[in-house]
C-alpha cells in the first residue's frame, strides 16, 4: 500500500509565503506524475500544478510565476513553494502522485489535504 501526505499549510497574511510538502511512502520503484490541486468552498477542486518527467512543469495561470513545484526523489517528496499569496489562494491543497511499481500497474494516490488561509 502507498500513503500520501501533505503538510505545510498554515494561515499568512497577504504577499505572504508557504511551503507545502507531499510525501509518498510504501512500496514502489518511484514517482510519476505529481500534481497539486485546490479546493476553495463552494468550488471544484482545481489543478494548480502539474510535473511530468517528459514535459516538465506546467502552472494555472492564477498562479504562474508565483508558485513553484519542486521534487526531492531521494525522500519522494514534492514540495509547492507558494510566495505572493493573495486572498483568493485561500483553499484546501491536495497533492496527486503517481507511482511506478514493478509488475504493477501504475496507479495514482490522494493525500488528504492541507488547508492554506490567506488574510487580507
Known amino acids: 500500500q502507498v500513503q500520501v501526505q501533505e503538510s505545510g499549510g498554515g494561515s499568512v497574511q497577504a504577499g505572504g509565503s508557504l511551503r507545502l510538502s507531499c510525501t509518498a511512502s510504501g512500496k514502489f520503484f518511484s514517482l510519476g506524475t505529481v500534481s497539486w490541486h485546490r479546493q476553495a468552498p463552494g468550488n471544484q477542486r482545481e489543478n494548480v500544478a502539474t510535473m511530468t518527467s517528459s514535459a516538465g512543469t506546467r502552472y494555472a495561470d492564477s498562479v504562474e510565476g508565483r508558485f513553484t513545484v519542486s521534487k526531492d526523489n531521494a525522500r519522494n517528496t514534492v514540495y509547492l513553494e507558494m510566495n505572493s499569496l493573495r486572498p483568493e489562494d485561500t483553499a484546501t491543497y491536495y497533492c496527486?502522485?503517481?507511482?511506478?511499481?514493478?509488475?504493477?500497474?501504475?496507479?495514482?494516490?490522494w493525500g488528504q489535504g492541507t488547508q492554506v488561509t490567506v488574510s487580507s
Open positions: 496527486n502522485v503517481g507511482v511506478i511499481r514493478v509488475g504493477r500497474p501504475y496507479t495514482t494516490y
